[in-house]
């Protein structure tokens, strides 16, 4: 079985699709109306993507706290710079062990986004 893509609903498709662009760093793969009031894009160039969903008559988006996307990045410090640059909040960063560290952005529909620099 191969894992294919990762489902967001999205309270504001242009706000998202900027946010995964500018600061995560995909690309659109693709991107089209599916029915009335509905837009979908996929992101990423690899085999797994991202899919984001927009309807605007689902303005009840949740996605919860228990849930993360992590990105893997070269350098923790240089991240938290640029995202700070962007004006985004960020947490302090995390090693669990001698191997990660991490630290955390929430996207604009509320889902954590971990970036990892493996070491």
Not at 18 to 26: D, S, T, W
Not at 27 to 47: N, S
Not at 78 to 85: A, G, L
Request: glycine content about 8%; proline content about 3%; overall charge negative.
């Amino acid at each position: 079985m191969k894992f294919c893509w990762s489902t967001l609903m999205v309270k504001n498709m242009e706000e998202s699709l900027k946010f995964y662009q500018e600061i995560v760093g995909l690309t659109v793969d693709k991107r089209f109306k599916a029915g009335q009031g509905t837009e979908i894009a996929f992101l990423g160039d690899g085999e797994t993507k991202i899919e984001l969903i927009y309807n605007e008559n689902n303005k009840g988006i949740d996605v919860g706290q228990d849930i993360s996307w992590g990105f893997e990045i070269e350098s923790v410090d240089k991240m938290m710079e640029f995202v700070n640059s962007k004006g985004i909040e960020y947490s302090e960063p995390f090693q669990p062990n001698p191997h990660v560290k991490f630290f955390y952005v929430t996207d604009p529909n509320g889902l954590k986004i971990q970036f990892v620099e493996n070491m």
